[in-house]
């Protein structure tokens, strides 16, 4: 799967996410990450799962250690998760996956939705004393 999104590129690339990748299923993953501000998680921090079902690959988080302001020295340089910003690692399936015009639009459309539903206005988070 990672050899595929290294060596595929333009029409051949996003052909290969529509048919093997779970979308749904990763769009959320990338929309809570960047909502609880993993930014340990695009090199590691995750499991890479394929459905015997459905032959689709999706993402599991794990090791939430460095979210919510928690840094970490893990060369990721933006306080926003995904998408990547110049000079942060990359992972290759979320990279493959918001390279596609409607998935990166579902993207931003689906963090819009949990951000409204989950942050009220005004309200600041800030690390315990």
């Not at 306080?79 to 993207?107: H, I, Q, W």
């Not at 989950?118 to 004393?129: C, D, H, N, Q, Y």
Request: hydrophobic residues 40%.
């Amino acid at each position: 799967m990672v050899n595929s999104m290294i060596q595929l590129t333009g029409t051949a690339r996003e052909q290969y996410v529509r048919a093997n990748f779970d979308v749904p299923q990763l769009i959320n993953y990338a929309a809570v990450l960047a909502i609880n501000n993993h930014i340990d998680s695009s090199s590691k921090n995750y499991f890479a799962f394929r459905s015997d079902a459905t032959g689709r690959w999706s993402l599991i988080p794990w090791d939430y250690d460095h979210t919510w302001g928690n840094g970490c020295n893990c060369s990721v340089y933006s306080s926003f998760v995904t998408p990547a910003e110049p000079g942060d690692k990359v992972n290759e399936m979320m990279e493959a996956l918001l390279e596609v015009p409607a998935f990166k639009t579902m993207y931003f459309r689906r963090l819009r939705t949990l951000t409204d539903a989950l942050f009220v206005p005004g309200l600041r988070f800030s690390a315990p004393t």
